[in-house]
T-cell receptor
């Protein structure tokens, strides 16, 4: 079945720095790639997504790049703030409906003030 | 407030006991899920329901049984819990259209002693 790999597992950066989180998947049938953020003690929260017919999507300080050929995604966060500290999850969905979303292991981001 | 609500927040029980977790969504969604998040924050899909019908049943021990009375409710019962069942159980929901974001509850933390 689908496997989602995410790197790095953790990142520690100074406030204001940019970070890059990489994600790869195995099943070429995957069509939808949402990303989620989990702050300590809070619920998982959707932050950005991309579909397999797109190459790039931006939402304020978040830019998501998608390469269908290499089955690779990367999330770029600019001008990080302490409030960005969280676990970031990449995920992939094969179905046309999100019945089975497979998650990566997460990237723990710590932004130091 | 429209969201995904889970009860209880925490539950501590002994090996061999039966537990039941409740989940309700007020978002008007057709699809609901149970995910398990272990101590390393790894997320795994357990079940997906669409309009009260089981759609996805991952490789989950038979002691786990989901129960859906209507599309807004999806409960999870665990018969005879084991130590490896200690985790956070996340309920979630989404619309039944083409892939869209999944909305998560705050989770139920189960500790089996």
């Amino acid at each position: 079945g689908e496997q989602v790999e995410q790197l790095p597992s953790s990142l520690i950066v100074q406030e204001g720095a940019s970070v890059l989180i990489n994600c790869s998947y195995t099943d070429s049938a995957s069509v939808y790639f949402p990303w989620y953020k989990q702050e300590p003690g809070k619920r998982l929260q959707f932050i950005i997504d991309i579909r397999s017919n797109m190459e790039r999507k931006q939402n304020q300080r978040l830019t998501l790049l998608f390469d269908k050929k290499t089955k690779h995604l990367s999330l770029h966060i600019t001008a990080t703030q302490p409030g960005d500290s969280a676990i970031y999850f990449c995920s992939a969905s094969i179905n046309t409906n999100a019945y089975k979303v497979i998650f990566g292991k997460g990237t723990h981001l710590h932004v130091l003030p | 407030e429209t969201a995904v609500f889970q009860t209880p927040n925490y539950h501590v029980t002994q090996v061999g006991n039966e537990v039941s977790f409740n989940c309700k969504q007020t978002l008007g969604h057709d699809t609901m899920y149970w995910y398990k998040q272990d101590s390393k924050k790894l997320l795994k899909i357990m079940f997906s329901y669409n309009n009260k019908q089981l759609i996805v049943n991952e490789t989950v021990p038979r002691r786990f049984s989901p129960q859906s009375s209507d599309k807004a409710h999806l409960n999870l019962r665990i018969k005879s819990v084991e130590p490896e069942d200690s985790a956070v159980y996340l309920c979630a929901s989404s619309t039944d259209s083409s892939n869209t974001e999944v909305f998560f509850g705050k989770g139920t933390r189960l500790t089996v002693v």
